[in-house]
């Protein structure tokens, strides 16, 4: 998390005079911690303060293990083509650089990557269209890894998630079910790997899988790297 606290008239109990605090911590779950504490510079004058409060799962500090092998995230008899993938020219840009597409009918079962723990999910939401005014309508589930990394899987159906917050998760085990929720063109998965950043800013990692991967050819959707 970080808080951004933009002040008049304050200091820190330390002495320090800021017009604009910036504080990242990481922060467990259900962890109290306090962060800063503030008290009038002149006592004689009115004091402001103004707060932003930005926050993203997973632990900036994470050191994502590069040799470790994924497993795909569907079942091992199942075998989907990726339609977008790393760079990919339509939507895996910046922050998604390293996210995967993987085609495949709604309803298709989706399986654990990698062991986690479920820290995020959302299976209510029902619209899907290929714009970003779509994207809040999402459904996913995200899994905090031992590393700290988080790995997650998006565009999941109607009621679609099938474990609860809060709950570990093995590799291979069954989580979901695909879907074409959120800013999604065609039914697929998304999955990738991210690590947190500050101010609620993530970004997606390089990974490699247990066996190779099915592409589609085309340019500015296939792997390129």
Known sequence: MTLTVRTSNLKSITGEVKRK???????????????????KVQDDKLTRDRFEFDWIPGDKNAQHDEQYRYTLPFAPNRDYRVVQGFNGNYSHRGASRYALDFAMPIGSPIHAARAGVVI???????????????????????????????????????????????????????????????????????????KARSHGQYQSLPIQFNRPLNTWKRRGLGLSD
């Open 21 to 39: 605090w910036e504080i990242t911590r990481v922060i467990a779950g259900q962890e109290r911690l306090q962060v800063l504490q503030l008290r």
């Open 120 to 194: 995020d999910l959302e299976s209510g939401n029902w619209q899907g269209g290929a714009s970003r005014r779509f994207a809040k309508y999402a459904n996913y589930i995200v899994l905090l890894h031992d590393d700290g990394t988080t790995g997650e899987y998006y565009h999941l159906k109607q009621h679609g998630v099938a474990v609860s917050l809060g709950e570990s998760v093995s590799v291979g085990q069954l989580i979901g079910y695909s879907g074409n929720t959120g800013f999604s063109s065609l039914p697929h998965l998304h999955f990738a790997v991210y």
